[in-house]
């Protein structure tokens, strides 16, 4: 039969991103293009011990239906350690456990916008929530990126001029794909026009914990006093992700719509693992466990930086990221980043154009995002030594 | 701040069932009121050595992101299973893992319902679903059900009359609250209706093989030769609802649409838990676990018949139902099921009224939702001498 399906999902493709991890299946292929963390960086051991007591003690419990909110004590742990590290919630604030930070672009947008409602983004940004909105039928409208984050200035002209916006969705700490830090004063400045132009803001925070040099800078949602900050984490870069665990905390009255939708989405999130997440957060650091992942990365960062320096200096430009998974590279001929994967996809070499990540389809990116959590010491030199080679046969 | 939320969740309010089931926390209140599986029934030993061997063995891959499909092993053994068993599937069909059978509605909405499209359902039918249209600003058009099913001449009048209907949503066996199957002749004119109207279905078939005595009957997707039907199942009911696993079988075009619309819904669906099924699928006769699961239900089901039959002959009047979860019980006296559970409610006996069912939420609906998989056999005894005691005194 012919299939009507509905209008909002007529222009989505599958994610650019997606495709490519699947190309990166074959082993001989080294993948600076997922946003993979690292196998070491998962706390393997502990979550087999927690999962054998479950088994043996709870398993009544952890197999059984839950409830749409999370399971409480999962839910408490989280809210303490965001007030008690970050000053992350209020009073008026609630939690919501869902699956993964995906999770809550999905159903914040499916609870805020309306077909043809306008988003306000950066540009580039993360196309999972970029094409999560755009299957809610939202306008995107991109405001550029900064050395030091979004462009304030044009992000106010676009307050001011169009229409029907409902929403900021901002990536202010280590941004995908940039890795970079909006500044201190430019987060007051977000927030002053959050409240002048009454349009709240998704602050997606998943890397906010990887940081390997500077200075942690406040999250907007600490610094947000009337409830205009929805805030998603995730426990996808600092436990795992294949266990698909987020969360967001936002205003009660923004979690009990998001509850509502949850219930209808997929009633709760794997009660199983919200148990484990719940007691590895009892028992263990998870401040000693970034800690040490975050040592791990560190090296891989600067490993690659200093092969990118090494084989790609006049091909390429970068800025080492203070934390993140992500190397944003410009190419210095102004070539498209298409070209480029498309000659280091031949040598063995996967990478991110930066078109995946741009609001308009249909323009010219000259950067490239490499991902550096997931590739071994030997993968990085020899990967950035083949990306080298395809920039300069790219000219 | 106000927030200004989008219109199609301005109606939609927290499950009736949800809030009830939290009620029934107290664990001296007997609930009849959940559709939770009875603990007993999942397999948590097989699941315990299969998750020890993939954390000793296969972490790295069990703990990282997947695929939005599903995790592939998984796929072609539901997919091969379907088809042996039940002769579902053809050619032109795949199957794609989702979290729970509620997911596999939710994002069947999102592709097909455009806001103040038409969908067909059964009158009463299941809240959680009911309310899922509902998010996507869907108009619901509830169709009587009779002893053998949907009332198929109601059907034929709405597909004929209402505008804009996009789909049908059906559950055919051991329906949701009804506990009723729809006959094999109903079944096939529906299909005949679906043909001549364009009108795709969704059956929803999570009890499917929680038969306790007569005959299975043909699922409407076996009898599909054209892709008219998406077919929903789930795992929750034969391994563990915690899990949130179930699937949906349909033409590869809209499956191709499940997958982008899931990879920006939560990316991918647990990982561990989708291996964990897959190892037990080919370790372990599903089959022979089902008949045990059924054993223990098909007593329960007999014991609580009897109970109803003991004390409550003179006010309640139901059908012993062939398979599923529920007893679904009309009150002889005409008054509304809200009444009855009020009462019993402060008895100790939680029931969930049929107006939760209902798709006018002002209609009076004179029945009663009872799960009897959940509770002991001494609890079904007790609970039915109460609830025939509050519905003495509801007169």
């Not at 672009?105 to 970029?130: H, Q, R, W």
């Not at 009892?282 to 200093?306: F, G, N, P, T, W």
């Not at 190419?331 to 078109?355: E, F, H, M, N, Y």
């Amino acid at each position: 039969m012919n299939y009507n399906f509905a209008s909002r999902i007529g222009g989505l493709k599958p994610s650019a991103i997606r495709e490519i991890l699947k190309v990166t299946q074959d082993p001989s292929v080294i993948s600076f293009a997922a946003g993979n963390p690292a196998p070491e960086a998962f706390p393997v051991k502990e979550m087999k011990q927690i999962a054998d007591e479950l088994f043996d003690e709870r398993a009544a419990y952890a197999l059984q239906y839950g409830v749409s909110e999370g399971y409480a004590p999962l839910r408490e742990l989280t809210a303490a350690r965001l007030k008690e590290k970050y000053n992350i919630g209020t009073p008026d604030d609630d939690l919501i456990i869902l699956s993964g930070g995906q999770q809550v672009m999905d159903l914040t947008a499916k609870c805020f916008l309306n077909e043809g409602d306008t988003i306000l983004v950066e540009d580039p940004s993360f196309i999972g929530s970029l094409n999560c909105f755009r299957s809610y039928g939202a306008h995107l409208v991109g405001i550029p990126m900064e050395p030091d984050g979004i462009d304030v200035d044009a992000l106010e002209r676009a307050l001011k001029t169009e229409k029907n916006v409902k929403l900021m969705y901002l990536i202010p700490t280590f941004q995908n794909p940039t890795g970079r830090v909006m500044s201190l004063a430019k987060r007051r400045r977000v927030l002053e026009l959050s409240k002048r132009y009454d349009v709240p803001i998704i602050e997606d925070n998943p890397y906010y914990e990887l940081r390997y040099s500077g200075e942690y800078v406040p999250t907007l949602k600490s610094l947000d006093t009337d409830g205009r900050v929805i805030y998603a984490g995730s426990y996808s870069k600092v436990l795992s992700p294949g266990i698909r665990l987020g969360f967001a905390c936002a205003n009660k009255e923004v979690i009990s719509k998001l509850v509502v939708v949850k219930q209808v989405s997929d009633v709760h999130t794997n009660l199983f693992f919200q148990m484990i997440a719940a007691e590895y957060l009892s028992r263990y650091s998870l401040d000693e466990h970034i800690a040490q992942v975050c040592a791990i990365y560190r090296e891989k960062r600067d490993a690659m930086a200093d092969a990118l320096n090494k084989y790609c200096a006049d091909t390429l430009h970068f800025e080492s990221p203070e934390g993140g998974l992500f190397l944003w590279c410009d190419i210095r001929s102004g070539r498209d980043g298409r070209d480029l994967c498309t000659i280091s996809g031949k040598k063995g070499v996967a990478a991110v154009p930066g078109i995946a990540f741009a609001i308009d389809p249909e323009s010219t990116v000259p950067s490239i995002r490499l991902n550096f959590s997931l590739s071994t010491f030997e993968q990085i030199d020899r990967g950035c030594r083949l990306l080298g080679e395809a920039a300069r046969e790219l000219g």
